[in-house]
């Protein structure tokens, strides 16, 4: 009883958290501080212990996350000094396109964590899902860095995390949270359009 009510609240903080997401709002991130803190206990009860130790990961990520959109924020060539007073505002962080250099370091780390965790679950739990869940995992480690720095193609490992939670979150019996994971990755679709509308309108 006590986790159904812990995965329904977390479903609820989950779709906060996909509509902030959506219109690109800072405060995505206090939403991405609650969330992974219920489903840490969430993952761990039902023996997906890629996606709870990825939990740990997602509360730093949205400590950095929320840094990062507040004060990293990228400055053109030839700006203006006279215009750093607007960057310290939150909204003013553009969203752009991921650059090209970071394709192959970003591959690197998802092979690299895909097939470590992996390895990981199956020497040394129980897991009956080892590849599914360090696949999941490793790509939103990648995603959920993309989305620290506003990157727009963080959409992709999203719809792609989406579908496949959905699927493995079935097979766990965690009905709600494989809900919330089939309406991501419907929206992430729209999300992705959302931010292409939102990158015009910052130009």
């Known amino acids: ?11 609820i903080v ?3 958290y996909l509509w902030l997401e959506y219109r690109a709002s800072i405060y995505l991130w206090i939403a991405g501080i609650v969330m992974p803190a219920i489903y840490i ?16 990961y997602y509360l730093i990520a949205a400590i950095y996350g929320w840094f990062f959109w507040m004060w990293g924020h990228r400055k053109k060539k030839g700006e203006q ?5 607007a960057d310290n505002k939150p909204q003013d962080l553009p969203i752009v396109y991921t650059p090209q250099k970071c ?10 964590t895909f097939i470590g965790i992996a390895w990981i679950l199956i020497e040394y739990t129980d897991s009956n899902v080892p590849w599914l ?10 995603g959920m860095w993309m989305l620290a720095r506003k990157y727009i193609e963080q959409w992709f490992a999203w719809i792609l995390v989406d579908i496949v939670c959905c699927g493995l979150y079935i097979y766990k019996d965690l009905y709600f949270t494989s809900a919330l994971y089939g309406l991501y990755s419907i929206i992430a ?5 959302k931010w292409k509308k939102l990158m015009s309108i910052q130009q």
């Open 81 to 85: 000094s006279a215009d750093a007073s």
């Open 1 to 11: 009883m006590e986790l159904n009510f812990l995965e329904i609240f977390g479903t």
């Open 41 to 56: 206990f969430v993952y761990y009860k039902a023996g997906l212990y890629a996606d709870f130790g990825i939990n740990i």
């Open 133 to 142: 869940d360090s696949f999941t995992t490793a790509l939103s480690i990648v």
């Open 189 to 193: 679709i729209f999300g992705y359009f």
């Open 103 to 112: 394709y192959s370091p970003l591959f690197q780390v998802f092979i690299f």
């Open 14 to 16: 989950g779709l906060v």
